[in-house]
């Protein structure tokens, strides 16, 4: 990476910091988000009793899936904001909001103690979090391809490797609380701790993106006041295929936060195995990822994305089939690893081709709306949804019919982009 120059006088940030600073926000996010879905069936039966195990998990998960329903609103008020006033500012105050979000988390007395003031302190934390979470992606992802033009697809990959990192971190923790406590104790008390270690990563995002700077390629760009409407008027079709392209990529990512909670409830095995399927998972996408989006910036994006979505649709089926009918550990440490190393290859280059598609006037807002839009569709409800299909069918392979129907909608949004001709674009202009 690049290091550090002057510019005014002004010693300017290495590229190395500023990718540190815009990951360390977007690892609390995805961190708060992962410990929430890891400790699901805990947090149920502390803030969201019910007559039935299910019914608690659908009540514990609605709460997770509501938080994203905002996130579209908060897209639109930070990207615009990013947009607006300049990627750093949106991004301090996102991590703030953040943090405020997590804090109620881990210090709200629980349901038997405050009774229906418990679950709404939860409800209302998790809006907080997903309308702060809601500009995160859009003012990050455009800070960090403004600082390297000629390297997009392989800054833009640290986006979504955070998301890995934080993912194998909140899993270690699963694991780690498994293994040291008494369950009754990691039943009580012990969920907590994960959201108490979150509070540390939020002053040091806020630490770190106090110095870093909006690139050139931003400030010097033409502005426009009224972003929001200006994507609305204009580009509502760049919007719907950047929803279409994180399709499968959101899906796979929260289905992954689901495997504690598969593991414990479906597949009868205990909760260590399930936080350790998930920590392979974390590796492989914290590693691959950013190879992955190297690659994209020498093989093109799209065919890199067509092929695996292929992967994605075929292979679903049968891997969830092999691996729940085999059952034990391993299986499911195979089936997990997988969807990991998939998703890494796919979404390595999917920041950088959404960038791509949006001008930079409107880069910020298109990519969060678009983003949120499509997480909020296809990945907060995701949870809940394979719940839903397990109960319904009575078919341990049924998460996979959800990949397949992802896994076409990103193919058709490619297919879209080739007809854009967005990457040879994009290669001009870096050129």
């Known amino acids: ?141 455009a800070m960090l391809i403004e600082h390297a033009p000629h390297r997009r697809g392989f800054i833009a990959s640290w986006q979504f490797a955070t998301q890995g990192l934080a993912t194998l971190l909140a899993a270690s923790f699963g694991y780690g609380l498994a293994k040291a406590m008494a369950p009754a104790d990691l039943a009580a008390w012990g969920w907590r701790l994960p959201f108490f270690f979150g509070l540390l990563i939020g002053p040091v995002g806020l630490y770190l993106r106090r110095f870093i700077e909006d690139a050139e390629d931003f400030t010097q760009a033409a502005r426009t006041e009224s972003p929001v409407r200006e994507v609305f008027a204009k580009q509502k079709r760049l919007v719907l295929t950047s929803i279409g392209l994180l399709t499968v990529s959101t899906a796979v990512n929260y289905l992954l936060q689901y495997v504690p909670t598969f593991a414990i409830r479906d597949l009868h095995l205990g909760a260590a195995t399930g936080f350790a399927a998930t920590m392979v998972g974390g590796v492989i996408l914290t590693v691959v990822t950013p190879f992955a989006g190297h690659l994209s910036d020498r093989i093109g994006r799209r065919r890199q994305m067509t092929w695996v979505a292929l992967l994605f649709a075929i292979t679903a089926y049968p891997g969830f089939a092999w691996a729940t009918s085999q059952g034990g550990a391993m299986p499911l440490f195979v089936l997990i690893a997988w969807l990991a190393l998939l998703k890494s290859i796919y979404f390595g280059a999917l920041p950088a081709l959404m960038a791509e598609i949006f001008p930079a006037a409107t880069r910020a807002t298109g990519m969060a709306i678009g983003y949120n839009v499509g997480v909020t569709v296809f990945g907060g409800f995701t949870p809940a949804i394979v719940t839903w299909l397990l109960g319904v069918t009575g078919d341990n392979s049924a998460p996979s019919y959800y990949l397949i129907l992802t896994a076409t909608i990103s193919l058709a949004a490619l297919a879209w982009v080739s007809r854009m001709s967005v990457e040879p674009l994009a290669r001009r202009a870096a050129a």
Do not use: C
Request: glycine letters at 12%; hydrophobic letters at 55%.
């Open 1 to 141: 990476m690049t290091t550090a120059s002057t510019h005014a006088g002004k010693k300017r940030p290495s590229l190395t910091q500023i990718v540190v600073a815009t990951s360390a926000g977007n690892a609390l996010e995805w961190f708060d988000i992962a410990i929430y879905g890891f400790f699901a069936v805990f947090i149920g039966k502390h803030f969201f009793p019910a007559a039935s195990e299910t019914a608690s998990l659908l009540l514990t998960f609605g709460a997770f899936g509501a938080s994203y329903l905002v996130r579209p609103l908060g897209g639109m008020v930070l990207g615009a904001y990013a947009d607006r006033r300049g990627r750093k500012a949106a991004l301090m105050l996102s991590v703030s909001l953040m943090m405020v979000g997590t804090a109620i988390i881990a210090l709200v007395p629980d349901y038997a103690a405050i009774g229906m003031a418990a679950p709404l302190a939860v409800l209302a934390a998790r809006l907080i979090q997903g309308f702060s979470a809601g500009g995160e992606f859009g003012a990050s992802t």
